[in-house]
């Protein structure tokens, strides 16, 4: 089966600020980035470093009026890395799937 035939949910290419959180035994790290695509069920985003598979992350992005067609919206996702793949110049493509979101508030982001 291809990446292609496993997707049963719309991928969106885009590039989005985000903020992600990942915990790796007692290790907790934390970095700005911006994702390459997001789906309702995962974000693909890169990194600086290697994050172990199945690390728990958290990813705060906020999505653009464009999409929403209401206004900025920020949003809280939850889930753990799938996989991740080694990019050119050092990066790391992470594919971390959604377990729950929810929407923030303005005076909410931690």
């Known amino acids: 089966m291809t ?3 496993r997707r049963t949910t719309q991928r969106f ?6 903020t992600v959180r990942w915990t790796t035994g007692a290790a907790v ?12 069920r995962g974000v693909y985003f890169y990194l600086s470093k290697e994050v172990k598979e199945g690390s ?4 705060l992005l906020t999505l653009p009026n ?11 996702c939850l889930g753990r890395v799938q996989r991740t793949e080694p990019r050119d110049e ?7 799937a959604i ?5 923030l508030r303005g005076d909410e982001d931690k």
């Open 3 to 5: 990446g292609s035939e």
């Open 13 to 18: 290419t885009m590039r989005l600020p985000l």
């Open 29 to 40: 790290g934390e970095t700005s980035t911006e994702s390459r695509d997001v789906s309702s």
């Open 56 to 59: 728990p992350v958290e990813i």
């Open 66 to 76: 464009e999409i929403t067609m209401a206004g900025p919206v920020r949003v809280r």
């Open 90 to 96: 050092g990066a790391v493509g992470v594919v971390a």
């Open 99 to 103: 377990e729950r979101y929810e929407f």
